[in-house]
């Protein structure tokens, strides 16, 4: 594709949603000031309708939220001195900073930092379709509630008015595995990011409560 019809394209994908995803552009954060980059980031995939990469991009924004919403739960929201910042992020980092996503959604659990819900929500749809999904590059979790098979039809131009059926295995197959992860992430991009990005905004409001 020729630079003039990519810069068109991008063009009118912004003009499309601009205005529905200005807000996000520039989010009043009170916690996590840390993640402005990031969700700036994502917020022009959508913009861009560069859906797969909005959705990695997402699962690294909600594993970096977890895992700084239990850091800011040991040291606390209040601001610390400069000459105080190692003493008090190293152990923290220690702690947190490598653990797993479901490590993590289990202790912000604890911590009564996430709901029962959100961390079911979190632990058994978000964990194992979109992280493990896209970000371990494993179809069969994207794939896992469609149908094994979808109907086929080979032609042939020695015989045109002949059709075989197929009946093909759309989870194994690489290029139909390809369009239905496309199709899926078209659907899905959009609605996972503003559910981490409300997310944000609750964890912000329980560690201001504490």
């Known amino acids: 594709m020729k630079k003039e019809a990519i810069i068109k394209n991008n063009q009118e994908s912004i003009n499309r949603s601009?205005?529905?995803?200005?807000?996000?552009?520039d989010i009043d954060y009170r916690v996590f000031f840390d993640l402005r980059s990031t969700v700036w980031e994502i917020t022009n995939c959508i913009m861009l309708e560069f859906d797969k990469a909005a959705?990695?991009?997402t699962n690294n924004l909600l594993e970096r939220l977890l895992k700084l919403t239990l850091i800011y739960n040991d040291?606390?929201?209040?601001?610390?001195?400069l000459d105080q910042w190692n003493e008090e992020f190293s152990e923290t980092d220690s702690k947190y900073g490598s653990i797993k996503l479901g490590n993590s959604i289990e202790l912000c659990k604890k911590y009564n930092l996430i709901t029962q819900d959100e961390k079911?929500?979190?632990?058994?749809?978000?964990?194992?379709?979109?992280?493990?999904g896209f970000s371990h590059a494993d179809a069969s979790k994207i794939l896992k509630e469609y149908p094994d098979e979808m109907l086929g039809f080979q032609g042939s131009l020695s015989n045109p008015s002949t059709m075989?059926?197929?009946?093909?295995?759309?989870?194994t197959i690489p290029p139909l595995q390809g369009v239905q992860i496309e199709n899926f992430a078209k659907e899905n991009a959009k609605n996972y990011f503003l559910y981490v990005v409300e997310l944000l905004k609750k964890?912000?409001?329980?560690?201001?409560?504490k």
């Open 55 to 57: 959705i990695t991009l």
């Open 18 to 25: 601009y205005s529905e995803f200005e807000p996000y552009l």
């Open 203 to 209: 964890i912000e409001d329980r560690l201001n409560s």
């Open 164 to 171: 075989n059926r197929l009946d093909l295995n759309q989870k």
């Open 120 to 132: 079911d929500y979190l632990f058994h749809s978000i964990r194992e379709l979109m992280r493990n």
């Open 75 to 81: 040291v606390g929201i209040d601001p610390i001195p």
